[in-house]
């Protein structure tokens, strides 16, 4: 179960965990109220939250360390232009 979705920031080290490890993942929660916030997983949902641009400095430099990051949040942009 992965809990605090609405209040995560980043879900792509939670979700990189389950995939090593072959975890299943039966639930997600987003929100305070049990069991009425608890939901099946939406694979949708979790890609986007795991994808999503990453916050920058004011004036927009990014360091080496995070152009790594960068490209992933852009791979799938790419990948429409690409694909027919």
Wanted: aromatic content about 4%; glycine content about 2%.
């Amino acid at each position: 179960m992965i809990t605090k979705t609405d209040e995560a920031t980043q879900l792509a080290p939670v979700i990189d965990c389950l995939i090593r490890n072959n975890l299943p993942l039966m639930f997600l929660s987003n929100g305070q109220r049990v069991p009425e916030d608890l939901s099946q997983p939406d694979i949708a949902y979790l890609s986007h939250r795991a994808m999503r641009s990453r916050s920058y400095s004011d004036d927009l430099s990014i360091n080496d360390d995070q152009i790594p990051a960068v490209l992933s949040d852009h791979l799938g942009d790419w990948l429409n232009k690409v694909a027919p």
